[in-house]
């Protein structure tokens, strides 16, 4: 009777949750259920079974599964099952030990496990985890052996995991132990062709066996020499090309490789546009080692690793020219969109960086632009020059709003909403704007277009890009084409495959039939503070938003150009399922009434504009620069504030750690947070903190009243 050759893997099962113990050995077990055709993948043998093999093969794998139901059972388990010579294949760890008084968490009996056993997987379990995804495989390396499942599960996915991760620890452990005797095997093989060598000197009739193996040995070479991981090629000593593989064909346009025999390698060089010629570089060194140059073929640029050697003969004559080369455009690419998004996140940071101190300047300039218009008579000099500068401040305003869209950091509301109503209103705002010699044409080919997003960021979306169309074409005139379409798989421009499928994107398409843009700096479209209009004609903000609106919203954006015929910009977004909006906060009615307010803020210019606000309107005001003074100056008179006014980053304490230590001594204090970007801001975070309203900076005394009158107004 054949071996029994039946797969059999422990299972180290830790919960605290007796029920779910059980549910592990009743899975593993006792359950039956079809194979699944994942087992098959972890077959390394690669010839073909025969029957009996196949009959043997069949047998389904044996668990065997091992409880504890707290972290120091789960140590004592593994250090038994090490003792005995039988280690664990997997362990099914809850994470949640810790929270039930254990000395050891989950994450930390991972750990620990690990540190004893380096090739047993582990999946971790949980119904709900604080602990991010990136700590986990920080602690319990590598992270290709960790697995993650949410609670609940259904039986036939950990039945799967566990036969999948198996298979794997199984298909491992066989590797290590071939890879173990590998050196053997080299050392055995090795002393046997110099045993073969001493009797091939002794003995010339043994020429025989030497010819075998010198047989054996050409085939290997041919087999790796026609594999297409590189472009294989021999030539002679004038490079007329003696062999090659079907890669080097295709790289340079040959239907097959016998195509290319005759043909010049230093020709099809010089043709492809490799630069420096080949037989110099070959002249100055005899070799070319991993030497990058790149190749054209029609409209497409290939970037190769080339490597070249000759083979000389007795005499030191070149015979023979041998060399590879190794494909790397798709590294290349992928190298220059990751240089680009560091790029892009260095420019974030530092616009970010810029717009908070920005918006304190604009702060200081709104707010007594808006005193000083107050008090001035009307129709006078006075008056409309201080509305110039507010409506300079405002402008500046709006750019800050556009720099920190593109740093991610600027406020947003995302909603579930259709994109064709809002495309239509867009369009007749913006029809006014667009020259009379450029026309608007409009397709809706979706009735799925729901999104979750943000409608004054897709109106900048759709403002900037049609702007620029319009732009593009004020002197020639054309068409601005504004396309929203389903996103199919073979259409010819797709969001990247890590994004998902395609099917799950809208497209939003703005084309026009202009001049197009520049080759050389068609690249650079997206850079922040970059255009190609003249000086007072843009900012070059607005493409560099769109990108950050698109990405923040998990999208894509993708220029499509055509030099002298015009350009395309598509943006995909991802569908959304939900379509119910919750209603907007409407603002109060402004209320003045007396009260005693407590301003606080690190910039005192930002105080000072504050109190003489606050005051025109009859209010009371006491400012402080510190928090810590503020929060002193609130305990020793509690009572005799009816709000608080306070800036979000400030030294020593932020607004929001401010706030908590004041609502511990008075919890119904109303309090407004002031802030010029957070991320960490949001309505959810304010409500949760016991914070009544924020204010984006810089404050306008129109806001600044509305807010107050939600606070105060019910009094």
Request: hydrophobic share 40%.
């Amino acid at each position: 009777m054949p071996a029994d050759r039946t797969q059999r893997f422990r299972v180290l099962a830790v919960d605290h949750d007796e029920s779910m113990l059980t549910l592990y050995r009743d899975i593993l077990c006792f359950e039956s259920e079809e194979p699944s055709a994942l087992e098959a993948l972890f077959d390394d043998d690669a010839r073909l079974p025969s029957r009996e093999e196949i009959a043997e093969d069949a047998a389904r794998p044996v668990f065997e599964v091992v409880q504890a139901p707290d972290a120091a059972g789960g140590l004592k388990a593994m250090d038994r099952a090490l003792a005995e010579g039988a280690p664990f294949a997997i362990a099914l760890i809850d994470i949640q030990l810790s929270d039930l008084g254990e000395a050891l968490g989950g994450i930390d009996l991972a750990e620990a496990l690990r540190g004893r056993d380096p090739y047993m997987e582990i999946v971790l379990l949980s119904a709900r985890h604080k602990v991010p995804l990136k700590e986990f495989n920080k602690r319990v390396q590598p992270p290709e052996k960790l697995l993650f499942v949410q609670k609940p599960f259904r039986s036939p996915e950990l039945k799967q995991i566990a036969l999948s991760l198996g298979s794997k620890w199984d298909a491992e452990n066989r590797l290590r132990d071939l890879n173990e005797t590998l050196a053997s095997k080299v050392e055995a093989r090795t002393s046997e062709l110099n045993a073969a060598n001493r009797r091939l000197r002794l003995d010339i009739a043994k020429r025989a066996a030497v010819l075998r193996e010198l047989k054996a040995s050409e085939q290997r070479y041919r087999l790796l020499f026609e594999k297409n991981i590189t472009g294989n090629f021999a030539a002679d000593a004038e490079g007329a090309i003696l062999d090659c593989n079907a890669a080097f064909a295709e790289m340079f346009s040959f239907a097959l490789p016998e195509d290319a025999l005759g043909a010049n390698i230093f020709d099809l060089w010089d043709r492809a546009g490799g630069g420096e010629s080949l037989r110099d570089l070959l002249a100055a060194g005899g070799r070319v080692s991993n030497q990058e140059v790149v190749f054209t073929r029609g409209p497409l640029k290939r970037h190769l690793m080339v490597s070249c050697d000759t083979v000389t003969d007795d005499e030191g004559g070149q015979e023979e020219l041998r060399g590879y080369l190794f494909d790397i455009s798709e590294p290349k690419r992928l190298e220059d969109q990751l240089r680009q998004a560091q790029k892009m996140e260095a420019l974030g940071t530092l616009a970010g960086g810029i717009a908070h101190d920005f918006n304190n300047i604009l702060g200081v300039i709104l707010g007594y632009a808006e005193i000083i218009e107050s008090g001035a008579e009307p129709d006078s000099g006075l008056e409309r020059r201080i509305g110039e500068i507010s409506r300079a401040g405002r402008r500046a305003r709006d750019l800050v709003t556009q720099i920190l869209n593109f740093s991610r950091q600027g406020p947003q509301e995302r909603h579930a909403m259709t994109l064709t109503p809002l495309i239509k209103e867009a369009l007749k705002l913006l029809r006014s704007s667009v020259p009379s010699n450029v026309g608007i044409v409009t397709r809706f080919e979706t009735d799925r277009d729901q999104v979750m997003a943000d409608a004054t960021q897709m109106h900048q979306i759709l403002l900037n890009l049609c702007g620029n169309a319009a732009h593009a074409m004020q002197e020639t005139g054309g068409t601005m084409t504004i396309t929203l379409a389903d996103v199919h798989q073979d259409d010819p421009v797709l969001p990247p495959e890590d994004l998902g499928k395609a099917e799950r994107f809208v497209r939003l398409t703005v084309a026009d039939n202009g001049p197009g843009i520049d080759p050389d700096v068609a690249g650079r479209v997206f850079d922040p503070f970059f255009t190609t209009k003249k000086q007072g004609e843009g900012t070059g903000m607005g493409l560099a938003m769109v990108h950050g609106i698109v990405k923040r919203h998990d999208g894509y954006l993708e220029l499509e150009n055509r030099p002298g015929q015009g350009a395309t910009f598509h943006v995909f977004l991802p569908r959304s399922s939900e379509v119910a909006r919750r209603e907007a906060d409407i603002p109060s009615d402004l209320v003045f009434r007396e009260g005693r307010i407590l301003f606080v803020d690190d910039e005192k210019p930002l105080t000072d504009i504050g109190r003489e606000m606050l005051e025109s309107c009859g209010f009371e005001v006491v400012t402080r620069t510190s928090s810590i003074e503020a929060l002193e100056a609130f305990k020793f008179r509690a009572r005799d504030f009816d709000l608080i006014i306070t800036d979000q980053s400030m030294p020593n304490m932020t607004g929001m750690e401010f706030a908590r230590e004041v609502l511990k001594i008075r919890p119904d204090i109303p309090i407004i947070l002031c802030t010029g970007f957070s991320d960490a801001v949001s309505y959810e975070r304010l409500r949760d903190v016991g914070i009544g309203d924020f204010i984006m900076k810089p404050i306008l005394k129109h806001d600044l009243m509305a807010s107050i009158s939600r606070l105060l107004g019910g009094e």
